[in-house]
C-alpha cells in the first residue's frame, strides 16, 4: 500500500468508526444506556463478530492490517487523554473524605474476585482449551482474578461524567475505588506475564514504578506547576507554547506508566488529579474534550471490538461455561463492593450504585484479555467467554444503576430547584 492509498483508506476508516460511534451512541441513549456503551457496541460491531461475518471483504478493505498501527496509536492516546481529562475533575478533597471507603471498597472488590476465581480454577484447569497447557494453578487464578477484579475505569468515569456526578462523594468514591482495583488488576498481570517469559523484571518494574510516580505526582509535580497555574490565571489565557509543553508531559506520564508495565490511562489520570486548579484546568478542558471525546475515544473502542470474535461461543459448553463465570464475577465483584462501601458507612441506595458501577468490566476487561491472548496464558475459547462478560456487565451497570440511584438522583434534583425551593411545602 502506498503512501496515498494509506491515506485514503486511513480517511475512509475513520469516518466510518465516527459515523457508527455517533449512531450506535445515540441508539444507546435512546434505550436509556450511556452513549459510551454503545460506541463500546459499535467497536464489537465493526470487528469480525458481525461486519468481518458478514462482510468479510468489505470489512478488511476498510480494516486492513497496514492501518492498525496509526488506530492503535489513536486509541492509545485517546483513552489516555480521556483519563487526563477525568482526573481534572476529580475533587480530591471528597475523595479524601471517602478515603476510608474507597479502600474498603476496593479490597473487597480484589479479595473476593480473587477467591472465587480460584474456586474456579479447580475446575476450569480440567477443560482442555481455556487456558495454555503449560500454565500453573497459580497463574491461572491470579489471571482470571485480575480479569474478574478488573473495572471499566474508562468506562466508569464516562458514566459518571454524562450522570453529572464527577464532583460527589458518590463519583468520587467510584473512581477512586475503581483505580486502585485497576492499578492492583494490571501489576497482578504484570506478574502473571512474568511467567510467560517477561522475567521477574516485569512484575518489579509494575510495583516499584507506579508507586514512584503516584508518590512524585502527588509531592512534587503539583507545587513545579504552580508558577504555570499562576502566570495562566493571570493572564486568562494559555498560550501554545505552554499548552503544547502540558501536552508533552502527558505524553511522558502515559509512556511512563506503559514503560513500567502498567496503562496509559494511569498515568493520565494521575496527571489530571495532580494538575493544580483554576484557569489552567478549563482551558485544558476546552481545547482537548471534543477532539478526545468525539474522534480519538471511539478510536479506542474499534481497535479493541476488531480483536474481539464472538462466533466461537455458538457452542453451547462454552455458553455454559461462560455463564457460570458471568453469573460468578456479578456476584464476586459487585456484592463485595455493595458490602465493603454499606460496612464503612455509606447509606444502602449509595452502596448498591457503587456496586453497580463498580461490577461493570468494559474495555479495560477486552484490553487486559488481549494481552492475555497476545502471551498464550489463555486460549481463543476462554478469550469469547471473557469477552461476552465483559459485555453483559457492562450493559448491566447502568440500568442497576438508575434502579438504585437514579430515580432518587432526580428527586433530589427537582427538590433543590429554584422552582421547587419557591414552593411552599
Same mark, same amino acid.
Request: with cysteine; hydrophobic share 60%; charged share 10%.
Given at each position: 500500500?502506498?503512501?496515498?492509498?494509506?491515506?485514503?483508506? %486511513?480517511?475512509?476508516?475513520?469516518?466510518?468508526?465516527?459515523?457508527?460511534?455517533?449512531?450506535?451512541?445515540?441508539?444507546?441513549?435512546?434505550?436509556?444506556?450511556?452513549? $459510551?456503551?454503545?460506541?463500546?457496541?459499535?467497536?464489537?460491531?465493526?470487528?469480525?463478530?458481525?461486519?468481518?461475518?458478514?462482510?468479510?471483504? !468489505?470489512?478488511?478493505?476498510? %480494516?486492513?492490517?497496514?492501518?492498525?498501527?496509526?488506530?492503535?496509536?489513536?486509541?492509545?492516546?485517546?483513552?489516555? @487523554?480521556?483519563?487526563? @481529562?477525568?482526573?481534572?475533575?476529580?475533587?480530591?478533597?471528597?475523595?479524601?473524605?471517602?478515603?476510608?471507603?474507597? !479502600?474498603?471498597?476496593?479490597?473487597?472488590?480484589? @479479595?473476593?474476585?480473587?477467591?472465587?476465581?480460584? @474456586?474456579?480454577?479447580? #475446575?476450569?484447569?480440567?477443560?482442555?482449551?481455556?487456558?495454555?497447557?503449560?500454565?500453573?494453578?497459580?497463574?491461572?487464578?491470579?489471571?482470571?482474578?485480575?480479569?474478574?477484579?478488573?473495572?471499566?475505569?474508562?468506562?466508569?468515569?464516562?458514566?459518571?461524567?454524562?450522570?453529572?456526578?464527577?464532583?460527589?462523594?458518590?463519583?468520587?468514591?467510584?473512581?477512586?475505588?475503581?483505580?486502585?482495583?485497576?492499578?492492583?488488576?494490571?501489576?497482578?498481570?504484570? $506478574?502473571?506475564? =512474568?511467567?510467560?517469559?517477561?522475567?521477574?523484571?516485569?512484575?518489579?518494574?509494575?510495583?516499584?514504578?507506579?508507586?514512584?510516580?503516584?508518590?512524585?505526582?502527588?509531592?512534587?509535580?503539583?507545587? #513545579?506547576?504552580?508558577?504555570?497555574?499562576?502566570?495562566?490565571?493571570?493572564?486568562?489565557?494559555?498560550?501554545?507554547?505552554?499548552?503544547?509543553?502540558?501536552?508533552?508531559?502527558?505524553?511522558?506520564?502515559?509512556?511512563?506508566?506503559?514503560?513500567?508495565?502498567?496503562?496509559?490511562?494511569?498515568?493520565?489520570?494521575?496527571?489530571?488529579?495532580?494538575?493544580?486548579?483554576?484557569?489552567?484546568?478549563?482551558?485544558?478542558?476546552?481545547?482537548?474534550?471534543?477532539?478526545?471525546?468525539?474522534?480519538?475515544?471511539?478510536?479506542?473502542?474499534?481497535?479493541?471490538?476488531?480483536?474481539? *470474535?464472538?462466533?466461537?461461543?455458538?457452542?453451547?459448553?462454552? /455458553?455454559?461455561? =461462560?455463564?457460570?463465570?458471568?453469573?460468578?464475577?456479578?456476584?464476586?465483584?459487585?456484592?463485595?463492593?455493595?458490602?465493603?462501601?454499606?460496612?464503612?458507612?455509606?447509606?444502602?441506595?449509595?452502596? /448498591?450504585?457503587?456496586?453497580?458501577? /463498580?461490577?461493570?468490566?468494559?474495555? /479495560?476487561?477486552?484490553?487486559?484479555?488481549?494481552?492475555?491472548?497476545?502471551?498464550?496464558?489463555?486460549?481463543?475459547?476462554?478469550?469469547?467467554?471473557?469477552?461476552?462478560?465483559?459485555?453483559?456487565?457492562?450493559?448491566?451497570?447502568?440500568?442497576?444503576?438508575?434502579?438504585?440511584?437514579?430515580?432518587?438522583?432526580?428527586?433530589? *434534583?427537582?427538590?433543590?430547584?429554584?422552582?421547587? =425551593?419557591?414552593?411552599?411545602?
Amino acid at each position: 500500500m502506498n503512501s496515498l492509498e494509506f491515506v485514503v483508506t %486511513f480517511v475512509l476508516q475513520l469516518a466510518v468508526i465516527l459515523v457508527a460511534a455517533q449512531l450506535f451512541g445515540y441508539l444507546a441513549r435512546f434505550i436509556g444506556q450511556p452513549k $459510551v456503551v454503545g460506541e463500546m457496541i459499535a467497536g464489537v460491531v465493526l470487528g469480525p463478530s458481525l461486519f468481518g461475518l458478514f462482510w468479510p471483504d !468489505i470489512q478488511q478493505q476498510i %480494516f486492513p492490517a497496514d492501518t492498525m498501527p496509526v488506530l492503535y496509536f489513536g486509541a492509545q492516546v485517546g483513552v489516555g @487523554l480521556y483519563m487526563f @481529562l477525568v482526573g481534572l475533575e476529580f475533587n480530591t478533597s471528597l475523595f479524601k473524605q471517602q478515603a476510608r471507603s474507597a !479502600i474498603a471498597v476496593s479490597l473487597a472488590g480484589m @479479595l473476593v474476585p480473587f477467591t472465587v476465581a480460584a @474456586l474456579l480454577c479447580v #475446575w476450569l484447569l480440567d477443560i482442555p482449551g481455556l487456558f495454555a497447557a503449560n500454565i500453573s494453578y497459580g497463574n491461572a487464578a491470579l489471571f482470571l482474578g485480575a480479569a474478574i477484579a478488573i473495572t471499566a475505569f474508562p468506562m466508569l468515569a464516562r458514566i459518571i461524567y454524562e450522570r453529572g456526578l464527577s464532583g460527589t462523594s458518590l463519583g468520587a468514591l467510584a473512581l477512586a475505588a475503581g483505580a486502585i482495583d485497576d492499578a492492583a488488576a494490571w501489576t497482578v498481570m504484570a $506478574v502473571v506475564l =512474568a511467567s510467560f517469559g517477561g522475567g521477574a523484571l516485569l512484575a518489579v518494574k509494575a510495583v516499584v514504578g507506579g508507586v514512584a510516580y503516584a508518590t512524585l505526582m502527588f509531592t512534587k509535580v503539583t507545587g #513545579w506547576l504552580q508558577p504555570l497555574a499562576d502566570r495562566i490565571e493571570t493572564k486568562g489565557e494559555m498560550s501554545w507554547g505552554q499548552f503544547a509543553f502540558l501536552l508533552l508531559l502527558f505524553a511522558l506520564s502515559a509512556y511512563s506508566m506503559e514503560w513500567v508495565g502498567l496503562h496509559a490511562v494511569f498515568g493520565g489520570f494521575i496527571l489530571g488529579i495532580a494538575m493544580p486548579r483554576g484557569a489552567i484546568v478549563e482551558h485544558l478542558r476546552k481545547r482537548l474534550e471534543k477532539i478526545t471525546i468525539f474522534v480519538l475515544l471511539p478510536m479506542f473502542f474499534t481497535y479493541s471490538g476488531l480483536k474481539t *470474535q464472538l462466533t466461537i461461543l455458538a457452542d453451547w459448553d462454552l /455458553m455454559s461455561i =461462560a455463564l457460570v463465570i458471568l453469573a460468578a464475577s456479578v456476584f464476586a465483584k459487585g456484592i463485595a463492593c455493595w458490602a465493603a462501601a454499606r460496612l464503612t458507612g455509606s447509606d444502602n441506595r449509595t452502596a /448498591m450504585a457503587v456496586g453497580a458501577l /463498580m461490577n461493570a468490566r468494559g474495555l /479495560m476487561e477486552l484490553i487486559i484479555i488481549n494481552i492475555a491472548l497476545k502471551f498464550g496464558v489463555i486460549e481463543p475459547a476462554l478469550f469469547s467467554i471473557m469477552v461476552v462478560m465483559a459485555i453483559v456487565t457492562t450493559l448491566m451497570a447502568t440500568p442497576l444503576f438508575e434502579l438504585v440511584y437514579g430515580r432518587h438522583m432526580k428527586n433530589k *434534583q427537582r427538590t433543590e430547584s429554584p422552582l421547587c =425551593a419557591s414552593t411552599p411545602h
